[in-house]
């Protein structure tokens, strides 16, 4: 069974500072690795998709990379503003089932 | 991307009432349909898979007979919670994929459910 872990589980950052998020899976055998943001009480808004086959994607302020073999993905956010405080959390798609971490929650201090 | 809404986004009912919630794929069709629970400062957890056409597939732990999943069109999966107790209350989220499988998840905005 897949199980997803995030580190930290919680950051606190000034703003202007670049930071790292990290989501660690147990089976390498996925279709693909998605990270969302939740703001409280909200739903999900999906950042950034990485197929099995890719090795990172961006999308401006974010970078989100895939080292299936170890396990392991990272998302990378340059230049933090406080609009970015929020909870992050990455999914783990296998087959139809997919797992999610338990977030990293992030708050950029102004 | 694709949109997929849900409703209602908050709701409060009565110990031992019923409670339907929709999620809805706008643009695409969702063959599959996911449903989620998330209760607070925890990560989502997975109900059930939701097949058009057939039945739902329930986690380990999920009662099926108290949350009822229908999926009877390729744009339309209901959530029932039947007898509602307070310890349902919480965020309940679905998602769909355009085939599937590998494809990318959207999800709908969550329906907060409070029961009282």
């Known amino acids: 069974k897949q199980e997803v872990t995030q580190i930290p589980a919680a950051l606190s950052v000034p703003e202007g500072e670049n930071l790292v998020l990290n989501c660690s899976f147990t089976?390498?055998?996925?279709?693909?690795l998605q990270w969302f943001r939740q703001d409280p009480g909200k739903g999900l808004t999906s950042l950034l998709l990485i197929q099995s086959s890719q090795r990172e994607q961006t999308s401006g302020r974010l970078n989100a990379s895939l080292d299936k073999s170890s396990g392991r993905s990272t998302l990378y956010i340059a230049a933090s503003q406080p609009g970015d405080s929020a909870t992050y959390l990455c999914?783990?798609?296998?087959?139809?089932?997919?797992?999610f971490g338990a977030g990293t929650r992030l708050t950029v201090k102004p | 991307g694709a949109v997929v809404s849900q409703h209602p986004s908050r709701v409060i009912c009565k110990s031992g009432t019923s409670v339907k919630i929709e999620c809805r794929s706008l643009?695409?069709?969702?063959?599959?349909m996911f449903w989620y629970r998330q209760f607070p400062k925890q990560s989502l957890m997975l109900m059930a898979t939701?097949?058009?056409?057939?039945?739902?597939?329930?986690e380990q732990g999920v009662e099926k007979d108290k949350f009822l999943i229908n999926h009877a069109s390729l744009t339309l999966s209901t959530l029932t919670v039947t007898s509602a107790h307070p310890e349902d209350s919480s965020f309940y989220i679905c998602?769909?994929?355009?085939?599937?499988?590998?494809?990318?998840?959207?999800f709908g905005q969550g329906t907060r459910l409070t029961v009282v």
């Open positions: 998602s769909g994929g355009k085939d599937g499988t590998n494809t990318e998840a959207f």
């Open positions: 939701s097949n058009e056409g057939s039945k739902a597939t329930y």
């Open positions: 999914a783990v798609n296998n087959n139809n089932d997919m797992r």
């Open positions: 089976d390498s055998a996925i279709y693909n």
């Open positions: 643009d695409f069709q969702a063959t599959t």
